[in-house]
C-alpha cells in the first residue's frame, strides 16, 4: 500500500493483547455504531472488565466484513473537532458475519450462552413496521419469508428465531438494546419481535414476554458517511491504511433504560452513559429537536444546492430558519431533570456548524417515509392540538415531498434513497399542482395517520406552495420574517 506521496505504509492489524470473550452481538454494523456504542463497549471493559467481546452482523452485503477481515477487525476512529483530528485504534470487535451468506452461523452466535446482550442499528426501515402505528408489516417480504421458514432473512427474525433457540436449549434470552432513533425503541422492538413470535408459536411469545428485556435508549453522535478521501486522511494521520475507518464529532450522549436480563451488561456507567429509570425525555428532546431539525436543514438544504449540513447552515437564511424550528419545537418538549432546552438547541447549532464535519444532506435525507413521523410528525401533532402555528415545521414536511419529487430545484434528478421511492415518485408525478402533490403524499396512511393528515393540509399546502413558487432559500426567509 503506497501514500499520496508514493511511501509504503503498512495495513492496520489487530492488537495482540489478550482477547476478551464474546457477550454482545450487533445486527446491522454500520459506521455509526462502530462509532459510538463500540466505544462505549470497550472504554467499559477497559475500565471495569468483563467479557463484553462484540460480534458484528451484517445484514445485506458483506463490504464492512471484507473490509475489516485483512485487519484483523481492528479501525480507527477519528474524532473531528474545530481544534483538529485525533484517532484511535478500536479493537472490541472479534468477527463480522454476513447473514445472507451464512444465517445458520448468525443464529448459532446469538444462540450461545455467552452472549447476554444483542443490540441493534438497522434504521427505521429495518424493524420492518409501519411507521405510523408502530405494527410489524405483514406485508414486507422479509416478513412474510421470516413466518415460514427457520433462516431469517429480517432483524426481527434473526431475533426471533434466536431467542426460539435459547429457550430450546433453556438458555436465559439475551437483552434486546435498540440504538436506533426511534421514539420508545425498547417497547417498539419489544413489540414486533412479540407479534412475529406470536405469529409462529404464542408460547415463545409468552416466553419473551415473561423472560426477555428491551431496554429503551437514546443515541446521539455525528457521524458522516466515510469517503475514499477520508481514507486517505486517516492514512496521512495514522501512518496506517484503514480501509474502513469511522469519523466522528466530540460530542456524544448515550442514555439507557437500565433494564437488562439478570442484570448483565457492560460496565457502562463507569464511561459516561447515563442509566436511567426512563429514557423517554431524553428521546423525545433529541429526536425532535436534533433529528427533526436535522431532516428539515437536509431536505430544504439539498433542494437549495447545499452538500452537508455545515453549508446549510454557513447560509444565514437558513441559520434562521433552525433558530426559527427550534423556537416552534422547543414548546413541545419536556426537559430531561437539569436539562435547559434553549441551551441544548444553542448546543446543536454549535455542532451543525462544525466546518470538520461533512454530514452531506443526501445521506441525513435517506428513508424520509420512514423518519418523518418520530423525528417531524409527533411535534406537529403536539403543535396542532395547542391551535398554535408551526410554519416551520410545515416547511419541513412540504420540502420532504419536493424532495421525494426526485427533481430539484435546477432540474436535477435527485437519487432518492427510501423504501417507498417508486410510490411517492408516482404520487407526485400524476399531481399537477403542489397542492395535489401534497393532497396525493398526505393520503399515504403508513406514514400519516389520516386523523393528522386531515389537519396537515391546509397548513403544509400553504408552505408547499411557498416552496414551490419561490425555491427553499426565499421560503425560508419568509417563514422567519
Not at 483538529?84 to 450462552?113: C, F, H, K, R, Y
Request: charged letters at 20%; hydrophobic letters at 45%; proline letters at 8%.
Amino acid at each position: 500500500m503506497l501514500t499520496e506521496a508514493g511511501l509504503p505504509v503498512d495495513r492496520l492489524t489487530q492488537s495482540t493483547a489478550p482477547r476478551p470473550g464474546v457477550g454482545i452481538v450487533h445486527l446491522g454494523l454500520g459506521a455509526f455504531y462502530r462509532a459510538f456504542g463500540a466505544i462505549y463497549v470497550a472504554e467499559a471493559m477497559a475500565v471495569s472488565g468483563g467479557d463484553w467481546g462484540i460480534v458484528g452482523v451484517s445484514l445485506k452485503n458483506p463490504a464492512t466484513r471484507d473490509a475489516l477481515a485483512p485487519q484483523g477487525w481492528a479501525y480507527t476512529a477519528v474524532t473531528l473537532a474545530d481544534s483538529g483530528e485525533s484517532a484511535q485504534i478500536i479493537n472490541v470487535l472479534e468477527t463480522v458475519l454476513v447473514a445472507p451468506e451464512n444465517p445458520i452461523a448468525v443464529l448459532n452466535v446469538m444462540a450461545d450462552p455467552g452472549v447476554r446482550v444483542v443490540s441493534l442499528t438497522v434504521t427505521e426501515k429495518g424493524y420492518c413496521h409501519n411507521p405510523a402505528t408502530g405494527a410489524l408489516n405483514l406485508d414486507h417480504p422479509d416478513i412474510a419469508h421470516d413466518l415460514l421458514h427457520e433462516l431469517p432473512l429480517s432483524a426481527p427474525g434473526f431475533l426471533v428465531r434466536a431467542l426460539a433457540r435459547r429457550r430450546a436449549a433453556g438458555v436465559p434470552p439475551f437483552t434486546v438494546l435498540s440504538c436506533d432513533n426511534l421514539p420508545e425503541n425498547g417497547p417498539l422492538v419489544r413489540h414486533i419481535v412479540l407479534e412475529l413470535a406470536r405469529l409462529i408459536d404464542p408460547s415463545l411469545a409468552q416466553w419473551i414476554a415473561t423472560n426477555g428485556q428491551f431496554p429503551a435508549t437514546m443515541v446521539d453522535r455525528i457521524t458522516p458517511a466515510t469517503t475514499p478521501d477520508d481514507i486517505a486522511r486517516v492514512t496521512a494521520i495514522t501512518g496506517h491504511y484503514d480501509a474502513a475507518p469511522v469519523l466522528h464529532e466530540p460530542f456524544r450522549q448515550w442514555a439507557v433504560e437500565d433494564k437488562f436480563v439478570d442484570g448483565m451488561r457492560p460496565d457502562f456507567a463507569a464511561v459516561g452513559v447515563e442509566m436511567v429509570d426512563d429514557v423517554t425525555q431524553f428521546e423525545h428532546m433529541k429526536l425532535r429537536m436534533l433529528n427533526g431539525s436535522h431532516s428539515a436543514l437536509a431536505y430544504l438544504g439539498y433542494l437549495a444546492g447545499h452538500e452537508t449540513i455545515y453549508d446549510t447552515m454557513a447560509d444565514p437564511a437558513f441559520a434562521a430558519y433552525a433558530r426559527q424550528l427550534w423556537a416552534e419545537i422547543m414548546p413541545a418538549v419536556r426537559a430531561p431533570n437539569g436539562f435547559n432546552l434553549q441551551d441544548y438547541a444553542d448546543a446543536l447549532a454549535a455542532r451543525y456548524a462544525n466546518p470538520m464535519i461533512r454530514h452531506r444532506t443526501w445521506q441525513i435525507a435517506m428513508d424520509g417515509s420512514q423518519k418523518l413521523p418520530q423525528r417531524l410528525l409527533g411535534t406537529l401533532e403536539a403543535k396542532l392540538a395547542t391551535q398554535n402555528p408551526a410554519p416551520a415545521l410545515c416547511l419541513a414536511v412540504a420540502a420532504w415531498m419536493y424532495y421525494v419529487g426526485g427533481v430539484d430545484e435546477a432540474g436535477q434528478p435527485i437519487e432518492v434513497q427510501d423504501p417507498l421511492a417508486p410510490k411517492l415518485r408516482a404520487i407526485s408525478d400524476a399531481a399537477g399542482t403542489p397542492a395535489d402533490k401534497v393532497a396525493g403524499l398526505l393520503a399515504l396512511s403508513e406514514i400519516f395517520p389520516p386523523e393528522l393528515a386531515g389537519k396537515l393540509k391546509a397548513p403544509v399546502t400553504e408552505a408547499a406552495r411557498l416552496l414551490w413558487t419561490r425555491g427553499a432559500r426565499q421560503a425560508t426567509l419568509q417563514v422567519v420574517s
